[in-house]
């Protein structure tokens, strides 16, 4: 047994084992120690079939580990034990759409996926990340397993109701799936006109010129985005490898990135093996070939299917 956990079992009250075990599975999940964390909440077993949050966080680690059956098990294990908990639907849809990705049964798991995502719905009908994933899968999926255009615009209609802001986001949205950039640009810039003071809005304008590769305009979203909240991941990440891309500043580049990979990073947050892969490439450009090849390694812990970091590492060995 690892010595973490027989220590844990060792200091906590037996009445709360579950618990204790609980939060600290959950600090090592932030700090993507996965397998860590996963192997914590192990311990509980079948002690545990009353907690469905153990269920949940362990279906999230082995989605993080790339085990997809076993995430939709421990998924559906939470569900069955809370039925009427959105999140743990939202999640198990989630987790049927990963192995939908990764497997030859793709199909059935599509139509697995819009079922727990329109029972998310139901259950909790103004949650926005809910609405989002709805409306992604409508944008996305063919008519044979449920997907539509007009479903993915109801769907933008609803969530613009709910929260104004985030209407031009679920617009653009749409119009991205449709290759129709520069509609969709015209509705990440009108949020930030509209919504100056809201960092959502610079950041997503952000991530749309850092997905079309336009460095310079997320460069200065980004930015703009920090000054209005300097704790967002996602615009930090943005920033850094925008400046790496640019040319610009490595020094401040790799210093973010440094520090990312030394802090919680949720949901909303770029992946540990992104960050650990930006910073390869920073240390690489640099000239720091061992650093680089420390980093890269890293990024194939995380995911050991991540190409880039692959080809990179055939270099700099």
Not at 53 to 61: H, R
Request: hydrophobic share 40%; aromatic share 12%.
């Amino acid at each position: 047994m690892n010595s973490l956990v027989l220590l844990l079992l060792m200091v906590l009250p037996f009445g709360s084992q579950p618990e204790g075990i609980l939060d600290r599975a959950i600090e090592l999940f932030g700090n993507g120690e996965y397998g860590k964390a996963n192997d914590l909440l192990s311990t509980t077993g079948d002690s545990a079939n009353d907690s469905a949050e153990i269920k949940f966080w362990l279906g999230k680690s082995f989605l993080k580990l790339r085990k997809w059956d076993k995430a939709v098990s421990e998924f559906e294990k939470a569900v069955k034990i809370e039925p009427s908990n959105a999140r743990y639907r939202l999640w198990l849809g989630r987790a049927y759409g990963s192995r939908a990705e990764n497997s030859f049964i793709g199909f059935t798991d599509a139509r697995r996926v819009i079922r727990e995502f329109k029972k998310a719905g139901e259950l909790d009908p103004e949650n926005i990340s809910i609405r989002f994933d709805l409306l992604e899968f409508y944008a996305q999926a063919p008519g044979i397993v449920g997907g539509g255009k007009d479903k993915a615009w109801a769907e933008a209609e609803l969530i613009s109701k709910l929260k104004p802001v985030r209407g031009y986001t679920a617009r653009a949205t749409i119009y991205e799936r449709e290759e129709r950039w520069e509609l969709a640009e015209k509705e990440y810039t009108q949020a930030t006109v509209d919504y100056p003071s809201d960092t959502d809005a610079h950041k997503d304008l952000a991530q749309f010129f850092f997905d079309r590769k336009n460095y310079k305009r997320a460069l200065a979203s980004a930015r703009k985005a920090l000054e209005l909240n300097s704790t967002s991941n996602q615009s930090r990440y943005i920033l850094a490898v925008s400046l790496i891309k640019l040319g610009q500043d490595p020094d401040k580049a790799r210093e973010i990135l440094l520090d990312l990979t030394g802090e919680p990073l949720g949901d909303a947050s770029p992946s540990f093996e992104d960050v650990y892969y930006w910073l390869g490439v920073c240390y690489f450009v640099n000239g720091e070939r061992e650093k680089s090849q420390d980093a890269f390694e890293s990024a194939l812990v995380y995911n050991p299917d991540y190409k880039k970091a692959k080809n990179y590492l055939k270099i700099v060995k």
